[in-house]
């Protein structure tokens, strides 16, 4: 059988794990911040044509409503 290791309040060990547990939830915030800003790169193309979307027609719809009012529309021939 192989070596049994037993560290019951090795304070070494303690502040080891402590230390350890500490950078690896580092690691895993730092990781889920760049996943959730990757996310949004990702999905802002979509976001930005849509409101390209909107705005052209609403751009669209005045430009409509401006010639509608202009006196040379009114001129019949």
Do not use: W
């Amino acid at each position: 059988m192989g070596k049994r290791l037993v560290h019951h309040n090795d304070p070494d060990i303690i502040d080891q794990s402590r230390s350890d547990m500490g950078g690896l939830f580092t690691e895993v915030s730092d990781l889920s911040r760049k996943r959730r800003a990757d996310l949004i790169v990702i999905c802002s193309p979509d976001i930005l044509l849509k409101e390209y979307k909107c705005t052209y027609e609403q751009e669209k719809t005045e430009l409509s409503n401006v010639k509608a009012m202009s006196p040379a529309s009114s001129i019949s021939m």
